[in-house]
């Protein structure tokens, strides 16, 4: 089976920096893009960061120039670091890729269990 395993989520003052971890592990044949997700209470699950297996990005327009994801392709790990950050980034943040099992042919999506990222004004 495959997971993900978030963390670094926790509680800061706004202006401050988290950093996010996800690592996946498993029986991991290949992966396409990975990112991150949040969802604040009473709202939808939305967007925040994606990037593909060749490094290309995309950002929310509500975070760009303050949250950078990368990923480590060798470590199967993707990072979400987050500065500048408001109370509006409050929300629960998952993890998500697309990842091939290797006992299959085709590529699934996968999610963390989700990391509280809490922002105080």
């Known amino acids: 089976q495959v997971q993900l395993v978030e963390s670094g989520g926790g509680l800061v003052q706004a202006g401050g920096s988290l950093r996010l971890s996800c690592a996946a592990s498993g029986s991991i044949g290949s992966f396409n893009a990975m990112g991150w997700y949040r969802q604040a209470p009473g709202k939808q699950r939305e967007l925040v960061a994606v990037?593909?297996?060749?490094?290309?990005?995309n950002y929310a327009d509500s975070v760009k120039g303050r949250f950078t994801i990368s990923r480590d392709n060798a470590k199967n790990t993707v990072t979400l670091q987050m500065n500048s950050l408001e109370p509006e980034d409050t929300a629960v943040y998952y993890c998500n890729a697309e990842i091939r099992d290797i006992r299959y042919i085709t590529y699934q999506n996968y999610w963390g269990q989700g990391t509280q990222v809490t922002v105080s004004s």
């Open positions: 990037i593909t297996n060749g490094g290309r990005t």
